[in-house]
Structure formats: C-alpha cells, structure tokens
C-alpha cells in the first residue's frame, strides 16, 4: 500500500496541531493561575468537539464530491475535475491565509488567549461555555482547513485521512510533552521547518489545481463543440496537449515518473509533475514569490517571539 499521500496532511495536521496545542496550553496555564481549574473539563470538551465536527463535515465532503461528480453521467469526466480544482483552490487561499496570519497574529498569542480567557471569566455562570467555544473554534478551524486539503485530494482514498489523524496524535503528544512535562522544544525551527514544508505543499496545490482545470476544460471541449473555443492551447504548441496551460517545459516521464518512486514522493509533497506547462509554472514560481515572500519576512521576529511565549507559558 502506497502511504506516500499521507504526507501532505501529516505535515499539515502536525503543524496545525501544535498551534492549536500551544492556544490550550495557555488556556489550562491560565485558569489555574486564576485558580478556576474546575473549568479544564470545558477545556477538553472543546477539544473533543472540535474533532469530533470536523471529522463529520470530512465525512460529508467523502459522501458529497463523489455523489456531485457522479451526479450527471455525460458530464462527470468535467465534473470530477473541476470539483478538484475548486476545492484545491479553496485549500491554497485558506492555507495561504493561515500561514501568513500566524506569523503576524502569534507575536501576541498569549496575550489575545489570556485576555479572551480573562473576558470569558468575568461572565461566571457562562464562563465554562466561553472556554469551551474558544477552544472548539481553535481546534475546528485546524480541522477544517486540513479537510479542504483532503478534499482537494479525494481521489486519493482513505490514505490522506491516515496521514491527518497521525499528525493530530503526533501533535498531541508534543503539547503534553511542553506543558505536562515542560520538555523544552525548539518551537522556532519547528515552525520554521513546518512553514517551509507548507509553502512547497501548496505551491504544488497551485500546479494541480491548474492541471485540474485543464483536464477539465478539455474534457468539456470535447463533450460539447461549442467550448472547444475554450482551449486556446490546444495542440498548438507539442504533441502532448494542453488546453489552457501553454507550451510544455518539460516532459521527465521516462526519466522520473510522478507514479513511481522517488517521484511519487515528489509528486505528493511538492507538486512535482513529469508533464510540467507554462502556465503551470508561471503560478508555482508567482506563489511562492508572493506568499513565500510575505511569509519569509515575517517569519524570524515571529519565531523568537513563539518560543519565548511557549516558555513563558510553561514556566506559569
């Protein structure tokens, strides 16, 4: 059996994770310096929520991508396709997203969470399901963008799932290491390591999500000859065709197939494709251009500050 796939969102989840590790760790840091240790049971609830939701609405994209795609039979080879392009696209922008937002919003982590915390408390009788929201929303929010990744891969199977729920579990055991036995991590070139990763997954989300659409107009082309108008590249440029993606750079399908190792490798992680376009091209190196560089300048004050905050908060 081919596990390959499941790094992607063993990545994802285990970065994912240990920030939502480091909001619950704070939490439980404060309410017992305010001594109100009595409400860590909302604590985990809300962990347990979270999880809970988010592997039921993985479940109804499993159910519902496939049903869409099936639903009319002519065009399900359009369908299928552009289901794949759309939520990939969904995945990269909330990714995207995340990534540059938590390096601008975790130099005040702790004080956001503490004084959110101090708020909830201050409203007594709905204190415990003020708790319980924030961590919910904390843990969802992970869990959600993790099922747009899945989702964006579901022809891949169950192997993603595997890999996601290996990244929760791994996650959970460094956050219980931080904070119950103050085990000291070097959270800086974690997250650093981790980000880098996300980067290269997600500009290789940028390339199939394009592949995506491609096979999907041309596929749409030849149905209906009214939209053959759409593939403006269409065997215009090499004997491999493109409809939307220009000319080929490279064509590597002898020399390192994406489908056998180590290119399946290549091809799960980075988005490595042995047929590589133009156009393809242009949005991988724009990605990482854009979003990589917006990334990278906020990435260093942001790693100090994570790990003095996880310091400070196990040493609470």
Known sequence: MDFSSALPTFIITLREGVEAALVVGIVLAYLRK??????????????VAGLVVSAIVGVLFGWLIPALGTA????APVVEPLLEAVFSLAAIGMLSWMLIWMTRQARLLKTQVEAAIGDTLKGDNRAGWGVFGLIFFAVLREGFETVLFIAAKFQQGVIPALGAIAGIVTAVAIGFLLFRFGVKINLRQFFTMMGIFLLLIVAGLVVSSLGHFDTALSALAQIDRKSAGLCIYYERFTKVHSCVLGPLVWNTSKVLPERDFPGIILHTLFGYEDTFYLVQAIGYVAFLAIVGGIYLRNLTGWGAKQNRTVESTVRS
């Open 72 to 75: 009319n039979q002519k065009y």
């Open 34 to 47: 305010a001594q109100q240790s009595h409400l860590n049971p909302w604590v985990y609830g809300g962990i």
